[in-house]
């Protein structure tokens, strides 16, 4: 007999009492002793699982019936835990003295410790699994001790590292480290050099460094590559005579100058009710079979990360880049969806569709912006020109209507990191939002909508990408804080998108506005994948999920194979159970990846700050206040994206307090205030590389100004890096 875990700890959880003895759960399950060996390693599986917790004397209990707690542990640059515990809003709070061994990423086994610092916590007792992981750092070596100082934060202790096991690398050298021991917490990790990255100020250390910091790799194996040759190979011909023919359509891509993968086109037209729109999407489930190594690793990959100056991609770059990417005037395999819409922007119906597309025009945000704004451009043929008319009458009319629905606009800058042909940053600014980024993001946001709907009215499993609402505690700190700027938020259980949306308009084009709508963004839940449909409460939709950017996010190329399935009938009841463990398997992974790939972003996009502001020492720039705290206030520099600290022991023309209530810092003689949202003018003072940290100052009135920056128009080559975030929806 075959014994599945989830019907053991359901029967253990009903029908034990107290922690039993295996032999004694046997029993009471009457197990016969022919099963007695299978039943014996699937609890053994579920010990090591962490869900059964072994005592002392060998009884055995349910882990969350004995004060315990499984999940994977967040440690953040102070050296605190916390525990994100499946299907728990909040997490579990783990002191540094109480984390054991334990490190970012691992999956611990935490016994519940009453409160601290007014919320849940724990004592890591066990850690459960600590995945195969590189850390990147600094190898470092005075006398005759050596250790690794990792460049994650995260990683709150430093690695020895033993003169057999260096390599030998210098002093100073960015090294890669194996941890191989590391079981007493009283004692440093163990680890041993497996490669050797250079100098840190080497042209391309520095984000190779993340690469392999979080994992990541640039290449794929030979038998995978081999696979996407095979499949880039596959007869299209044969399959477009099969397919609906749009190849005499007016339709085009509009991405990033720069951008070599192009997975959405769009084509509309005029029609009586309104107007007709269709959103082409790169059919990459045709050339990624499902089940295959080369599906395997591209789930393991979970989407593409963007870092400056380079691409990691999802799927190999023979399909990412050229036979899926619908490039112009070459005939593409499409999944298409086509969407009906009244003249106010409603929809009325949708259909989607197996084609065959032929681009009429590769066009970039800039060529469309040109044509908005003075009804010209080289790049763009009278038929395509009509085209965009019609989707710019289109795009503001759902805008309009999604902003009246309450749907939220975070209208936050974004960085743009300008590269010459090194790799070294020669200038920073923010990203302008143009119009032709909000056309293309109503498109995206309607077809996502559109084949959820699809699915949904199937009453079939689907990997949506849910937003909850924001839990009370958040909301109330919120309001709180709100209040003390002198504003009001009403806060309820049954809280609205609408609510939202019109306080951040009332508060529009203050001082702080940037930053409460970024303290807002913070105030939301984190938007994942999962089966179960909670709606999208940033967008304000009932049923939300992706699909629009398969060459890039594995969790919409799921979803084009169950919108395929359905179309073919091959999406029966039977094929509906057995795919939910899937979908919840992707849900779980992509949201992880995705968390992963966003992070590394930052650190990628903060490092390239850092390194171009330090040839900045002693220039002055003007400011916002964004954030104070005890040791000082944090300014985000005006037109560069960056953020800098000027610590309270700089301010040296009075005694200065932090009132943290009302979230300013005070001079306790002049009452001269430093206030979140307040305009000021800084200097440069000091740059660490290492710390990813700027030091500021502020500038006294009478103070020389400097002279402004190197223009960066004198430098001939570069490439321009924005953060690909596509409005992360």
């Known amino acids: 007999m075959a014994y599945d875990s989830k019907k053991i700890l359901k029967i253990i959880s009903d029908k034990s009492a107290h922690p039993m003895k295996i032999k004694e759960l046997a029993h009471a399950l009457h197990v016969t002793p022919e099963d007695y060996g299978s039943f014996r390693r699937v609890v053994k599986k579920l010990i090591d699982e962490g869900k059964l917790v072994r005592l002392k004397r060998g009884r055995i209990g349910p882990a969350e019936q004995m004060n315990i707690a499984v999940g994977t542990i967040s440690i953040n640059k102070a050296g605190r835990g916390f525990l994100m515990r499946e299907n728990e809003p909040v997490d579990i709070l783990i002191l540094t003295e109480g984390l054991l061994t334990a490190l970012d990423g691992d999956r611990v086994m935490v016994r ?5 610092i007014g919320r849940d916590a724990g004592v890591v007792i066990k850690i459960v699994e600590r995945p195969e992981r590189n850390i990147v750092g600094v190898y470092q070596k005075r006398g005759g001790l050596a250790w690794v100082r990792p460049d994650n934060p995260r990683i709150h202790r430093d690695i020895y590292i033993s003169t057999a096991d260096s390599k030998r690398a210098k002093d100073g050298e960015k090294v890669v480290v194996r941890l191989t021991i590391w079981d007493d917490p009283h004692l440093n990790p163990q680890g041993e050099i497996i490669e050797k990255l250079g100098a840190p100020d080497k042209p391309g250390v ?36 099969k397919r609906l023919d749009l190849t005499s359509e007016i339709i085009y891509t509009i991405d990033p100058a720069d951008a070599k993968d192009h997975d959405d086109a769009v084509s509309i037209k005029k029609t009586k009710e309104g107007y007709s729109l269709g959103v082409h999407i790169a059919d990459v489930s045709f050339f990624v079979p499902e089940n295959s190594k080369l599906d395997l690793e591209a789930f393991n990959r979970g989407n593409s990360v963007y870092l400056p100056g380079m691409v990691i991609p999802m799927i190999p770059e023979v399909l990412s880049n050229d036979v899926c990417s619908l490039r112009p005037d070459r005939k593409r395999l499409a999944h298409s969806v086509f969407m009906n819409f009244d003249k106010k922007g409603k929809m009325l119906d949708w259909k989607v569709a197996d084609t065959v597309i032929l681009s009429k025009a590769r066009l970039s945000y800039e060529d469309v912006q040109q044509f908005f704004d003075t009804g010209e451009s080289d790049q763009i043929t009278p038929a395509v020109a009509e085209s965009l008319t019609l989707a710019r009458e289109l795009a503001q009319r759902l805008t309009y209507r999604r902003f009246a629905d309450g749907s939220l606009d975070f209208d936050l800058p974004e960085s743009k990191i300008i590269l010459d042909d090194k790799g070294i940053v020669i200038d920073l600014a923010n990203r302008e939002r143009l119009e032709s980024h909000r056309l293309v993001e109503e498109f995206m946001l309607a077809t996502n909508r559109a084949v959820a709907l699809e ?4 009453g079939l499993p689907l990997l949506y990408r849910v937003h909850d609402r924001p839990n009370m505690e958040k909301l109330g700190d919120f309001a709180n804080m709100m209040r003390r700027l002198g504003h009001n938020f009403a806060v309820s259980k049954t809280v609205k998108p609408l609510e939202f949306a019109r306080f951040l308009k009332s508060i529009k084009g203050l001082p702080e506005s940037e930053f409460i709508n970024e303290l807002t963004l913070r105030t939301m839940q984190k938007a994942v994948y999962q089966r179960e449909n909670l709606g999208h409460f940033g967008l304000a939709f009932k049923h939300y999920a992706h699909f629009t950017s398969p060459i890039r996010r594995y969790a919409d190329l799921l979803i084009h194979r169950l919108l395929r399935k359905i179309k073919n009938g091959t999406y029966p009841v039977a094929y509906a159970k057995k795919v939910r ?73 009075d005694y200065y307090y932090h009132d943290e209530k009302n979230y300013r810092i005070i001079g306790r003689r002049s009452g001269r205030t430093f206030r979140m949202g307040d305009a000021i003018e800084i200097g440069i003072a000091s740059v660490k590389p290492e710390l990813k940290e700027i030091d500021l100052y502020v500038l006294t009135p009478n103070k020389p100004k400097k002279k402004k920056k190197t223009d960066v128009k004198a430098h001939t080559k570069s490439k321009i890096f924005k953060s690909r975030k596509r409005r992360k929806r």
């Open 206 to 241: 520095d984000m190779l460094s993340i690469v392999l910091g979080y994992g990541f790799s640039k290449t794929f194996d030979a038998e995978i590559m081999d696979e996407a040759e095979r499949s880039a190979a596959s007869d299209t011909d044969g399959e477009a005579k």
């Open 455 to 458: 699915i949904s009215r199937h």
């Open 112 to 116: 519940m410790a009453g409160k601290r």
């Open 581 to 653: 463990g899937l979908i919840d398997n992707v849900g779980r992974h992509c949201s992880e990846t995705e968390r992963t790939a966003e992070r590394a972003e930052r650190e990628a996009i903060r490092t390239k700050q850092v390194q171009f502001m330090a040839t900045r020492i002693g220039e002055e720039y003007k400011g916002v206040v964004s954030g104070v705290t005890t040791f000082g206030f944090f300014v985000r520099i005006e037109n560069l994206g960056v953020e800098g600290l000027v610590r309270m022991s700089t301010l040296d023309d």
